[in-house]
């Protein structure tokens, strides 16, 4: 692999080129007409515009895509996440074109890329999942499947994502109502009407296990727990969790069984649901790299995206799973271009004055500089920071220490910081008390 077309933008784009460039590989950026004047733009070995600011015109234009990888002479593509990260067809472009995805092949993401198929696949596997149906077919099928396992339930998109396109039913004078609202807000968001059920966790924390595989062979990097969410969206991640010992072992080794199971290739990470007594269920897969891959890789040493480009290249897994130990405590926050005191209503702007947090185990993974205009087209994601410590204890202060330092300025724009630093503080999530519903519970929002 000689020269790689990095298919995203902003944080992940940047995060790809220093992976290829320790490597000694090339980058080529491609680029919407928003992202002229971005980051990675400015620091890949070359950039090439693939279209107009919207992403169905840009990032998700499969031929400009191609052709500019063609154009360029780039032998492989990495899809960062989301945009064309997990669809099966361009995968299976690229390979036809005799180009290498970086991540999962065709086959890996039919098996598991939609939420009800994976659902299935993880069941041959012998891994829990959460009670619920396949597909429905009919609200009939919804009504005596929620009789069956007990309300509340929750109706999901199979194609979904994202936190979206999920809706929870607590009674059945709701269900038929919510069924076809689902159904139709699938088919408008994804472009599939399929939905199907599952019991709703009360109160679940989410963990979610790492993978590498081969082909062959899957290892895990251990967990991470995302339970800190709005709106089922991620906003802080940590690893490892405060689990017991037991528990964690037997979520990373079903993980790692699943991903055996289909043969999976590169990166991926496998999220579940852990109830208060300790049960676990499989939920979904992601089968592409996360946006808080950085919490495993400051506990591990492992660097993940580098893994991906060595796996691309054919390499058999050079990691053991003895060799794979944990060591102290990761956190990262996300933040984003959003008022957390509105509403986490976007708020974008140009940035004036931009000072980040430095210092042991401190890591910041951003595509900002001083002068650069937020785009409104994208997501609001615009810097991750992450520390490492040797316990929890220390790792929060030291969050609490990296935020104090840093400044994200301009007119009008706002950050989801004071949010964070308000998490921290928390005397509940200080003492490990995380859930989904924290947010909502425990922070009056
Ligand atoms: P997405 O792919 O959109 O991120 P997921 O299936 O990963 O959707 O679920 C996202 C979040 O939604 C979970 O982390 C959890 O907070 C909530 N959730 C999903 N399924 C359930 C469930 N069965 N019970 C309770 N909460 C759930």
Not at 44 to 67: M, R
Request: hydrophobic share 40%; glycine share 8%; with cysteine.
């Amino acid at each position: 692999m000689k020269k790689v077309l990095i298919a995203n933008r902003g944080e992940i784009a940047l995060r790809i080129i220093r992976a290829a460039r320790e490597l000694g590989i090339k980058t080529v950026v491609a680029h919407s007409t928003a992202d002229e004047k971005s980051l990675p733009v400015l620091l890949a070995d070359e950039a090439i515009c693939i279209g107009p600011p919207p992403s169905g015109q840009s990032y998700l234009n499969i031929p400009n895509i191609l052709s500019a990888a063609i154009v360029t002479g780039a032998d492989a593509i990495h899809p960062g996440y989301g945009f064309l990260a997990e669809n099966a067809t361009f995968a299976e472009m690229c390979r036809e074109h005799g180009i290498t995805f970086i991540g999962p092949t065709p086959e890996n993401m039919k098996a598991l890329g939609d939420k009800a198929t994976a659902r299935k696949v993880a069941r041959e596997a012998g891994v829990p999942t959460v009670p619920g149906t396949d597909e429905l077919s009919s609200v009939e099928e919804a009504k005596r499947a929620a009789q069956e396992i007990g309300y509340p339930v929750i109706l999901k998109a199979s194609a979904g994502g994202g936190g979206r396109g999920m809706r929870v039913v607590h009674t059945e004078e709701e269900l038929e109502r919510a069924v076809l609202q689902a159904q139709e807000e699938a088919r408008a968001a994804f472009g599939n009407p399929a939905v199907y059920l599952e019991k709703y966790i009360e109160e679940p924390k989410h963990i979610e296990i790492q993978v590498l595989g081969d082909g062959e062979r899957v290892v895990h990097l251990w967990e991470r727990d995302c339970s800190i969410q709005r709106r089922h969206q991620k906003l802080l991640e940590e690893a490892p969790s405060l689990l017991p010992e037991e528990t964690r072992r037997a979520i990373a080794e079903a993980a790692r069984r699943l991903a055996e199971h289909v043969g999976y290739v590169s990166a991926g990470t496998m999220e579940f649901l852990v109830d208060k007594e300790g049960n676990f269920y499989f939920i979904e897969m992601n089968t592409r790299i996360q946006v808080e891959h950085p919490v495993t890789e400051m506990i591990t040493g492992i660097d993940l995206v580098q893994a991906q480009f060595r796996i691309a290249q054919g390499e058999k897994l050079w990691l053991k799973q003895e060799e794979i130990q944990v060591r102290g405590h990761a956190i990262e926050v996300r933040v984003n271009a959003e008022d957390p005191e509105k509403g986490f209503r976007p708020s974008i702007g140009k940035v004036e004055t931009l000072l980040f947090p430095g210092g042991p185990g401190v890591r910041v993974d951003s595509h900002l500089y001083t002068g650069y205009q937020i785009p409104p087209h994208y997501d609001s994601l615009i810097a991750k920071i992450i520390v490492w410590a040797p316990t929890r204890e220390e790792a929060i202060r030291r969050m609490e220490r990296a935020l104090s330092e840093t400044v994200i300025e301009g007119p009008g724009l706002k950050t989801t910081i004071p949010f964070h630093q308000k998490v921290l503080q928390n005397a509940f999530f200080r003492r490990g008390a995380v859930y989904t519903n924290f947010v909502a519970r425990r922070m009056e929002m």
